[in-house]
């Protein structure tokens, strides 16, 4: 793959989101199951301290990859919940990792986390290596992985992540998670 097709794939995936995710929707988007659960797609993202993190790592944990961008403002407003939802499970073996989009400095996203008061692990991809293995085509974009590596749920536009219907997700797939 060229280093344009990288670039062409995020530049659709923006079109489509401005089409499909205008920013004054009012209504939350849905928590969908994905049939036959799929293989979450392994990828290697350095956070912001430059410490390499991958998904793997996280194996036997259950996993919300957040992917969003300091620009993108439904992003800014579920950063509150997703910090209150982290809160709440983080002792029970649930992760958030956050997958910057943000093709700005890395300066940007830590004053961007630094401001929404987001305490858990931000990983920056600029060059967009990541999403395109969980078909990001809007912002934010998130999936739920179970502790053996399937993709639960997925929600694409702003989400209510206090919501008892997350929290009914989170729970039932820490429910195989030992304590």
């Known amino acids: 793959m060229t280093k344009r097709a990288p670039i062409f794939c995020w530049l659709i995936a923006v079109l489509l989101g401005a089409v499909l995710l205008p920013t004054g929707a009012t209504e939350a988007s849905p928590l969908k199951p994905m049939k036959g ?5 392994e990828f290697v993202l350095p956070d912001l301290g430059g410490k390499t993190v991958r998904l793997s790592d996280f194996k036997g944990k259950v996993v919300l990859i957040n992917f969003w ?13 997703l910090e209150s939802l982290w809160q709440t499970y983080r002792s029970r073996g649930f992760v958030i990792l956050a997958v910057s989009l943000d093709r700005s400095s890395q300066e940007k996203v830590k004053a961007f986390v630094e ?4 305490t858990f692990p931000v990983l920056h991809d600029p060059d967009d290596l990541a999403s395109p293995g969980y078909l990001v085509f809007g912002l934010p974009t998130s999936v739920l992985i179970t502790p053996n590596g399937r993709v639960a749920y997925r929600v694409v536009g702003e989400y209510d992540y206090d919501s008892s219907e997350m929290k009914q997700a989170v729970e039932q797939l820490l429910g195989g998670v030992a304590r």
Do not use: G, L
């Not at 659960?37 to 797609?41: D, G, L, R, Y």
């Open 69 to 81: 961008a300091t620009w993108c403002v439904p992003c800014a407003k579920e950063a509150p919940a």
């Open 115 to 118: 401001e929404y008061r987001m």
């Open 37 to 41: 659960a799929p293989s979450a797609t």
